[in-house]
């Protein structure tokens, strides 16, 4: 996959040693994107990132520490040097939803993606059970397995030799 012009400058990702961080600088390179700035807190990640990329022919370049760190836009901007920022991407996964403001963080997403907002659900936030009632007794049944009707179910084997 590929686009048909991508902007001028450097692409920089942030977070890019992590699983969702290195996906996307492999796909950045898949599209067409030449110049990587690859940052993250985990330095000793980065040659592993890197080395398919450059196969591929993408200029790789890394940038280690803490971005929340205030001393890192510098040395951000020292290893762009003349070079313009075309792509800025942020990799914060942690929080996003696994926090009390999942909602906001969901319906904020929504809206920088211009997605229309979710439909409205009448039915109450009670959590619906799944399990079956036995057709027996009533009682919450748990399926563990099932065969189908012309399958029997295997028997649990039986040991044919005993080990001294």
Not at 62 to 88: C, H, Q, T
Not at 98 to 123: K, N, Q
């Amino acid at each position: 996959m590929t686009l048909d012009r991508l902007p001028a400058g450097i692409a920089t990702i942030t977070g890019a040693a992590g699983g969702m961080g290195s996906q996307c600088a492999r796909l950045m390179a898949e599209t067409g994107w030449r110049e990587l700035l690859l940052c993250d807190l985990d330095e000793a990640k980065f040659e592993a990132i890197a080395s398919p990329l450059r196969a591929k022919g993408t200029r790789v370049e890394p940038l280690p520490g803490d971005i929340s760190n205030p001393a890192w836009p510098v040395g951000l901007l020292a290893k762009l040097g003349e070079r313009e920022i075309a792509a800025l991407i942020h990799i914060r996964h942690y929080g996003l939803l696994a926090s009390s403001h999942r909602e906001t963080s969901i319906s904020r997403a929504r809206e920088l993606l211009a997605l229309a907002p979710p439909p409205e659900d009448e039915e109450t936030d009670q959590p619906v059970d799944t399990c079956q009632p036995c057709s027996c007794c009533g009682g919450r049944m748990i399926i563990i397995d099932t065969f189908e009707r012309w399958r029997q179910p295997r028997a649990p084997l039986q040991p044919t030799k005993s080990i001294p």
